[in-house]
Every structure is written in C-alpha cells, then in structure tokens.
T-cell receptor, first 115, second 114 residues
C-alpha cells in the first residue's frame, strides 16, 4: 500500500460544485501539504499544515480551503469549483521539525477537471 | 524567499547520449536542494538531494548533480540516458533554517529518442 494515498484519483465535475480531495498517510509525519501542478508552472503550494492545529496558506490559496482531521489526514476543498481549477493536485508529507530537510513524500495525484 | 528557475522546459536527446538539466536558484539564506522525477501518470519521487558536504551528489538511476554555491546552480547530469529516463524533472529548494517549505521550478520534460 502507498504511504500517501489520495482519493479520488480522477474527478470530473461542473462549475459551481463543491469538491473534496482527501489525503491520508501512514508515514507518521507531522507535516502535510497540498500542491497544484499545471503544465509549465511546476508545482505551486496551496496550503500546508505542520500539525493538527496548524493550517497555513500557500502561494495560491484563493478558492481553496483545507481541514486537518487528524495527524494522518488532510483534505482539500473547492467550495465552488471553476474551470481554471482544472489541474493535477498532489498531497505530500514531510518529517517533523528537527529531522526535516524539506524533503517531501508525494501521493500519486488527483486529476480534477472542472467543466 | 527562495525561487528556482529551470532553464529548459524541454530537452530532447538520443538514447545513450549524455544529458544535463539546468537549475538555478535564488536565496538569501542557506538552502537544501533537490531533484524530483515524475514518470508519466505517476507522482513525484526523489532523485537526489544536497544537504551538506560534498558538492557532487549521486542519486538513483545513474543521475548526479553538482551544487555550485558561487553560481547558485544545481545542474542534473547523466552520462548515458535510456528510454526509461523519459519523464519530467523538477528542481526544488528549501531553506535550512526555519519553516522548511519546498519551492519548485517549472519542470523540464526530458524526451529520449531511439
């Protein structure tokens, strides 16, 4: 089983719909992240969380929200999806402070299409 | 803040030829450097990383990278590529001190032609 699991892997939805992407991890890491990948733009950070009570905005948080339900679970929500949120979304984890180098461990991605 | 620039969006090479993927970074503080690889329809996996010590870093699948502080570069090289190296490669940087968040470059798509 994968250490970082994302569901769903693929989703097609319509403009205005609410969408939730879920992420769970078995690595025991404190830190979790949501990135968005677009062609030619690399990966951009949407939100990150350093522990259950900590939520931080990344560089492109507008239109998104997150919930850290437990150390192992971090979900990303699009309250009202729009077509320019069509992208490949990645969840990632990293180790806790003291051993953290910034190295990330990624899920396999969730491809979202908003029509 | 840190930033990363990958100088080539696409690099086509012939099989068994050498390849270099270029990466430059900008930071006012000390950094860690990474190369990740994304094979088609997969997530990202770590290829290699520079944390400290020797500036020549060896990774998986025969890749290596050299950290050059004066030129703020971390170029990725392989002496002889294989068809299976076809993928997208991302350079990334995180600061050594403080809240480490990985900042990625735009990616370089490596295409190997037979």
């Amino acid at each position: 089983d994968a250490d970082v699991t994302q569901t769903p892997r693929n989703r097609i939805t319509k403009t205005g719909k609410r969408i939730m992407l879920e992420c769970s991890q078995t690595k025991g890491h404190d830190r979790m992240y949501w990135y968005r990948q677009d062609p030619g733009l690399g990966l951009r950070l949407i939100y990150y969380s350093f522990d259950v009570k900590d939520i931080n905005k990344g560089e492109i948080s507008d239109g998104y929200s997150v919930s850290r339900q437990a150390q192992a679970k971090f979900s990303l929500s699009l309250e009202s999806a729009i077509p320019n949120q069509t992208a490949l979304y990645f969840c990632a984890t990293s180790a806790h402070l003291g051993t953290n180098t910034g190295e990330l461990f990624f899920g396999e991605g969730s491809r979202l299409t908003v029509l | 803040a840190q930033s990363v620039t990958q100088l080539d969006s696409q690099v086509p090479v012939f099989e068994e030829a050498p390849v270099e993927l270029r990466c430059n970074y900008s930071s006012s503080v000390s950094v860690y450097l990474f190369w990740y690889v994304q094979y088609p329809n997969q997530g990202l996996q770590l290829l290699l990383k520079y944390l400290s010590g020797s500036t020549l870093v060896k990774g998986i699948n025969g890749f290596e990278a050299e950290f050059n502080k004066s030129q703020t570069s971390f170029h990725l090289r392989k002496p002889s590529v294989h068809i299976s190296d076809t993928a997208e490669y991302f350079c990334a940087v995180s600061r050594v001190q403080g809240a480490q968040k990985l900042v990625f470059g735009q990616g370089t798509r490596l295409t190997i032609n037979p």
